[in-house]
Each structure stands twice: as structure tokens, then as C-alpha cells.
């Protein structure tokens, strides 16, 4: 009840500031620029995606008001076997026991951010130029992971069998301020370095079940834990944009 209530009222104070910055006046801009661009950051002479999203792309539009849109789509799948088979054997190499073990491991993940940022750029000076900017963004990150183990020794018929299945819902969404300098090469390429703070809401759920046998024994284990916080963070990036 007035958990949520609390919630709910959190996340609307952090996105309304967004809300009136895309309604507010166009920015002064110089006319001859290109309209459009891509983002890369740049990290060890190599360009790699910006604002740890899979695209960035900016744009101006016709009524002068210059946007950021960011997007994120990253995906893991993976199933793993194991298969082991020890084999003893005595001083005349006949075999006298065997243990096996088999170990399946599943793995699912997936990742989704987006944001959109109204951006305002100050008039160049000897092709250097000043932005800040303010926008909403959102992430959610879901993952499972399955895991069976099971072991087996035939002389003493030992057997030992794991099960684990573990769920997580990690939500957030937020305000992000950006702060930063372009260096203006020509008409086409320009090099960014901006500071960027985020003011935003987490949930975070975790539910986890497993299960243990060994030698007539039956061991259930349970983890379920949820909590939701508000909270503040910054990064650097450095990094180049393409105008087209």
C-alpha cells in the first residue's frame, strides 16, 4: 500500500523534469551542420558502442530542437554438457570401479536500455563546442539459470544429484543529465567527451529453488529477496560522432 504509493510517486518526480525539458525552446545552432549523426565510444583505438547502447543516434529537427536516442538490445543463450566417466583399474588393468558424472547447464539472458535525451549545444568557438543535455531511460535485464548435476560411484552405489533454478528481474528507470565538449574535426566527424549523472529507481527480484540428494537424503534450499532503492551514478565517455 504505501510502499508502492512511495514507488510510484518516486518514479513520477524522476521523469517529470524530462518531461518539461522537450517542451522547452529550440537551442541555438549553427544552420550549416549536418542534421544527423551515429555515436561510438572510442576505448583503446577502437570504437565500440556509445553510451552502452547497440545504436546512438542524434538528430534536429525541423523546429530547431536537437534530440539523443539511445538503444541497447544485448541477448545470451547457452546450454552446457558435461559428461565425465572415470574408469580404476588394478596392476593387471581389469577394471575394478566406475563414477560418472554429468553436469547441464542452462543459461538465459537478456538486456534491453533505452533513453532519449533533449540536447543543447552552445555556439562553436574555434571548432570547439559545448553541450548539456537531459533525458528519461529505461532498462530491464531478465535472466534464468538451470543447472543439474549428478554423480554416480558403482562400488558403494553413492549417488549425488544437484538441481538448482535461479530467476532475476532487475528494472530501472531514471533521469540522466550529460555535460560535455565536442571538438568539431569538419563538417562530418566531431569528437565528444562528456560527463554524465543519473538520478534513478531499481527493483530488483530474485528467486531461487534447489534441491540436493545424497544417499537417501533430500536437502530443498530457497532464496526469494526483493528490494527497490533510488540512488545516483556517473560515468566518462569519450568518444566520436558521425553527421551525415
Not at 517529470?16 to 572510442?42: E, G, H, M, Y
Not at 549425488?160 to 530467476?167: G, L, P
Amino acid at each position: 500500500g504505501n510502499d508502492m504509493l512511495y514507488q510510484l510517486k518516486s518514479i513520477i518526480a524522476i521523469l517529470s523534469l524530462p518531461v518539461l525539458v522537450f517542451s522547452s525552446t529550440p537551442d541555438s545552432t549553427d544552420q550549416s551542420l549536418n542534421k544527423r549523426a551515429l555515436l561510438f565510444s572510442i576505448s583503446k583505438l577502437s570504437l565500440n558502442s556509445y553510451d552502452g547502447s547497440t545504436l546512438s543516434y542524434m538528430m534536429e529537427n525541423s523546429k530547431g530542437h536537437t534530440y539523443r536516442f539511445s538503444l541497447s538490445i544485448i541477448g545470451d543463450f547457452e546450454k552446457r554438457n558435461f559428461d565425465y566417466d572415470y574408469l580404476t583399474m588394478n596392476s593387471d588393468f581389469e577394471p575394478t570401479d566406475t563414477t560418472g558424472t554429468e553436469n547441464v547447464e542452462k543459461e538465459h539472458d537478456y538486456d534491453i536500455t533505452i533513453g532519449a535525451y533533449k540536447i543543447w549545444r552552445l555556439e562553436p568557438h574555434n571548432n570547439f563546442r559545448g553541450f548539456y543535455g537531459l533525458g528519461p531511460f529505461l532498462s530491464l535485464n531478465r535472466s534464468t539459470d538451470d543447472n543439474e548435476y549428478d554423480y554416480l560411484k558403482e562400488s558403494t552405489n553413492i549417488q549425488h544429484t544437484t538441481w538448482e533454478d535461479s530467476k532475476v528481474t532487475d528494472f530501472t528507470i531514471g533521469t540522466k543529465g550529460i555535460f560535455g565538449v565536442e571538438w568539431m574535426i569538419n563538417q562530418n566527424i566531431h569528437i565528444l567527451s562528456e560527463y554524465a549523472t543519473s538520478l534513478y529507481y531499481r527493483f530488483y527480484k530474485k528467486d531461487y529453488e534447489g534441491e540436493t540428494y545424497t544417499l537417501g537424503n533430500y536437502r530443498l534450499d530457497g532464496d526469494n529477496r526483493t528490494y527497490s532503492t533510488i540512488d545516483f551514478s556517473s560515468t566518462v565517455r569519450f568518444g566520436v560522432a558521425f553527421y551525415f
